[in-house]
C-alpha cells in the first residue's frame, strides 16, 4: 500500500512528511543550507511527499516563532528554490504549509503584536522547545480590513510558493493557529459575519482558499490541514461532532481544495465519543478528495491499516521520519526503524541539529 501512486495528486507512493517546525532560518526568515540538507535528506530518502513547516506570510502579524522561515522577500523564495529543486531532483513532491500564527505568537522578529479573532488571552503557555517562555500576550482583535488583508497576505505568498517552483501549498487551518481560532468558539467571540454560527466562524478559511484557486494555475495543488485538537488545547473536540465535521468538511471539498490533511493526537482513533470513525475516516465519507491522516502514526502497520481500510490516501509522518529520514527505503527493504528520541532532536530546542544533517 505505501508504495503505490497517487495520481490525483501525482505522488510516487503514500508516505508523506509531516510539517514540523524546526526554528532554524535566520532572524529575518530566510532558510539556511542546514535546512536545504534537512529537507534535501527526506527526499534522498524516498518521500513522495514533503510538506514544509509552517512558513510566515507576511513580515507583521503572522510570524509565530523566532527564526521560523518565511516566503514573502525575494531572498526567501529564493533560498526555497533551492530547496525545492533538491526535492524534485529525488522525485518527490514539495508543498509549502503557509501560516499565520495568530494569538499563538512565541516570538516575532519584526516587533509586531499578535492579532486573533478576539482579544482573548489564549490558553496555556509558550513552549520551551520553541524558546517560549510564560503566558501568550493578549492579541488584538481583527478588523474586518484586518482579515481582508490576511487573506491577501495567505494569497500572494501562494503566488510566491508557485514562482519558487513548488508543487502547492498547505493552507494551516489547524492546531490553534489563526485560521483555527476564529472555527474555534471560545477563541472567536466576534458577533459579525466572521462569528457566530459555524458558516460565519469558517468563512474565513473558504474565502482564503477561494482567493488562491482563482489565481494560481490549475495544476497547483490547494491543500489544507485541519485538525481539532491545539498545541495549547489538546483535548478540544467540535461541539457539533460528526455533525461539525460534515458541515466542515463538505465546505472545504465544496470550495476546491486538492486534499485535506486532518490530524489529530492519535490519527487512527475515534474523532467523538458517540461515533467509531477517526477524524481522517470522517473526511473521506463526507468528501470525495484525498485524504492525508497524521498523528502517532509511528507503529507502520497502523498506518498501512488506515490506508488498506480506505481511512487515508496517503500518510504524514513526523516523529519516525525524524528518526528514519530513509524511512521509505527503509521499508521497502523491510529493514528496523530507529526509535526517535526527543531529548536528542528537540532539546534544548527544537533547532536542527548536526546529526540530522549527515
Do not use: C
Not at 503557555?125 to 503566558?135: F, I, Q
Amino acid at each position: 500500500m505505501f508504495f503505490q501512486p497517487l495520481d490525483t495528486l501525482n505522488v510516487k507512493n503514500r508516505i508523506t512528511l509531516a510539517p514540523m517546525t524546526r526554528i532554524s532560518a535566520t532572524l529575518k526568515g530566510i532558510p539556511t543550507s542546514e535546512m536545504l540538507n534537512y529537507y534535501r535528506s527526506f527526499a534522498e530518502g524516498g518521500f513522495g511527499l514533503i510538506i514544509t513547516e509552517g512558513l510566515f506570510i507576511d513580515e507583521t502579524h503572522s510570524p509565530g516563532y523566532q527564526h521560523q522561515p518565511g516566503l514573502v522577500t525575494q531572498n526567501q523564495i529564493d533560498a526555497w528554490k533551492s530547496v525545492v529543486d533538491a526535492a524534485h531532483e529525488n522525485s518527490s513532491k514539495m508543498i509549502a504549509q503557509l501560516m499565520h500564527a495568530g494569538a499563538l505568537v512565541h516570538g516575532n522578529a519584526f516587533g509586531y503584536t499578535s492579532v486573533a479573532p478576539s482579544s482573548i488571552v489564549p490558553k496555556g503557555e509558550k513552549s520551551a522547545m520553541y524558546n517560549g517562555e510564560g503566558k501568550y500576550p493578549t492579541p488584538e482583535a481583527l478588523s474586518i480590513e484586518g482579515i481582508k488583508s490576511v487573506v491577501q497576505s495567505f494569497l500572494k505568498t501562494a503566488k510566491n510558493a508557485q514562482y519558487a517552483g513548488f508543487d502547492g501549498i498547505e493552507i494551516h487551518a489547524a492546531n490553534g493557529y489563526l485560521l483555527d481560532q476564529f472555527l474555534t468558539t471560545y477563541t472567536n467571540q466576534r458577533n459579525d459575519d466572521y462569528g457566530g454560527s459555524l458558516e460565519n466562524r469558517i468563512r474565513i478559511i473558504l474565502e482564503v482558499i477561494t482567493a488562491i484557486k482563482s489565481e494560481v494555475s490549475s495544476d497547483f495543488i490547494v491543500g489544507i490541514r485541519i485538525s481539532q485538537s491545539k498545541v495549547n488545547d489538546f483535548d478540544y473536540k467540535w461541539e457539533g461532532g460528526e455533525k461539525d465535521a460534515q458541515f466542515i468538511f463538505e465546505n472545504l471539498a465544496d470550495s476546491g481544495v486538492d486534499y485535506i490533511h486532518t490530524t489529530e493526537y492519535k490519527a487512527w482513533q475515534p474523532a467523538f465519543n458517540d461515533n467509531t470513525l477517526s477524524l481522517a475516516a470522517l473526511a473521506k465519507r463526507h468528501t470525495d478528495v484525498p485524504i492525508i491522516a497524521n498523528g502517532h502514526l509511528e507503529d507502520i502497520e497502523t498506518a498501512i491499516s488506515m490506508l488498506k481500510n480506505k481511512e487515508a490516501d496517503l500518510i504524514a509522518l513526523g516523529k519516525a521520519a525524524l528518526a528514519n529520514h530513509t524511512l521509505p527505503q527503509k521499508i521497502h527493504a523491510n529493514q528496523s526503524l530507529n526509535e526517535f528520541n526527543p531529548d536528542k532532536v528537540l532539546n534544548p530546542d527544537a533547532t536542527l541539529k548536526d546529526f540530522e544533517l549527515k
